[in-house]
């Protein structure tokens, strides 16, 4: 009996031992569980973080760069419009104004308020302070206004693009004058301004408002922009139609076989695409068999269309698979065929997830170059485009020209449409973002 007794005390403490060793290994399971989850969050916020600090470092780059390109640097001068030398005959014609020598006057000015200079070099130095675009800029503001012949009128005509740097200080006096674009001369001419109040600077409108030049303080990307207009204009008319014309067969009438599965597989992988794949499509089948304008934004269009259609089926294809089955149900409940029910009931329903589709694909196309430049975009083009037709370059053509061109002054200016094109494109997704939202239905 009293073995019995003792026994009894033992095997209730092995059995709590047990346990208790039990609670400790799941206890000590839990912490490492717990452990890992929490490294992996840290390692997930450490990844955020770097990410946004990469986006941050790019972004004040780009903002860092372009800054400077939205402001330019200009001087005054007294133009004296002779009418001996513009319109002798007093004849008031157009052709006869836009003739006359528009840059001897703006020389003339420039070496009058500087008469010690008298050297052939001296003067030629002398004249590289304002752009060499100063007598276009006197031509047009004659032509738009022929009384100014025979005055004195006081107009601001840009730097060029050395002094406008010098200025700003992207070169500076204390590096030898021969290492640097602008000679001690010159910075004495421009001090000799700035004393007399006769240099200003402002924002650059000619970047919104000219087109590409060859000098740097002429040059503006608005040539660019209508080139990308017409060509988003012509991708939107081709692949919005025909793409979501493709998602409403495929999703509510064609046949599920074979044919179809190859169809949709293939839509699938051409989402995936290289972009330069396109454009040496569009060389070989628009360019070179149906012979269609080079360098334009109706080829630019067709070709980004081409690329842009597989986005649109599929987001168009998800949009209408997440219309619930039971609007189709209720619409063919009521005797309404087909076509009556996908018109009328599911594709309103699935429009706002077509749209997004859309503009995301359309943004992407904003975006590419490849392409453009496999069809002959990638061209000097100075004047505006009219039409679908003209001659034309894209944006993200122009800032690859201006990242290309050797002057410092164009690194502004490609940071400024770089900036420009990428507020553009964020834009394009919180419109597809603000689409989502007004016009998305929860089931």
């Known amino acids: 009996m009293s073995e019995t007794i003792t026994t009894q005390p033992s095997m209730a403490l092995n059995g709590d031992a047990r346990m208790h060793s039990k609670t400790e290994v799941i206890a000590r399971g839990l912490k490492r569980r717990h452990t890992r989850e929490k490294r992996f969050q840290y390692y997930g916020l450490a990844g955020i973080a770097f990410a946004i600090a990469c986006l941050f470092m790019l972004f004040a780059t780009i903002i860092g760069n372009a800054l400077p390109g939205f402001t330019e640097t200009r001087a005054r001068l007294d133009i004296h419009l002779a009418q001996e030398d513009i319109d002798p005959n007093r004849s008031g014609d157009p052709a006869v104004i836009n003739n006359a020598d528009y840059d001897k006057l703006v020389r ?107 000098e740097p303080e002429l040059a503006g990307f608005k040539g660019a922009m209508v080139g990308s207009f017409y060509t988003l204009l012509v991708t939107l008319v081709l692949s919005f139609p025909i793409g979501v014309a493709s998602a409403i067969y495929l999703e509510e009438f064609a046949p599920k076989n074979r044919l179809t599965r190859l169809i949709e597989v293939n839509i699938n992988n051409l989402a995936a695409v290289p972009s330069i794949v396109f454009g040496l499509l569009g060389l070989a089948v628009f360019l070179n068999f149906f012979n269609l304008p080079r360098s334009a934004p109706l080829v630019g269009g067709m070709v980004l269309a081409l690329m842009t259609l597989p986005t649109v089926i599929i987001a168009g294809r998800a949009a209408l698979m997440a219309v619930p089955p039971s609007i189709r149900e209720a619409a063919f409940g009521v005797g309404a065929s087909r076509w009556q029910t996908v018109v009328h009931h599911v594709l309103p329903l699935a429009l706002p997830g077509i749209l997004t589709g859309t503009i995301i694909g359309m943004a992407r196309a904003l975006g590419e170059t490849a392409p453009l430049l496999m069809i002959g975009m990638v061209a000097f083009i100075v004047d505006i485009p009219g039409s679908i037709a003209d001659p034309a370059t894209a944006m993200p053509v122009q800032i690859y020209l201006w990242a290309d061109a050797p002057e410092r002054a164009f690194v502004e200016r490609t940071a400024a449409a770089t900036l420009a094109l990428v507020g553009f494109l964020v834009l394009m997704n919180a419109l597809a973002v603000i689409l989502r939202k007004k016009f998305e239905r929860k089931w």
């Open 108 to 214: 003339n000015s420039l070496r009058g308020l500087f008469p010690e200079v008298t050297k052939r070099r001296d003067k030629r130095q002398l004249s590289k302070l304002i752009s060499s675009g100063s007598g276009f800029i006197l031509r047009d503001k004659v032509l738009a206004d022929p009384s100014l012949v025979g005055q004195t009128i006081s107009i601001w005509f840009p730097l060029s693009a050395d002094m406008d740097q010098f200025f700003k200080g992207g070169i500076s006096a204390e590096v030898a004058e021969s290492e640097r674009r602008v000679s001690d001369k010159q910075i004495g001419w421009l001090r000799s301004l700035i004393a007399n109040d006769q240099v200003e600077q402002g924002f650059n409108w000619t970047l919104f408002t000219a087109g590409d030049s060859r």
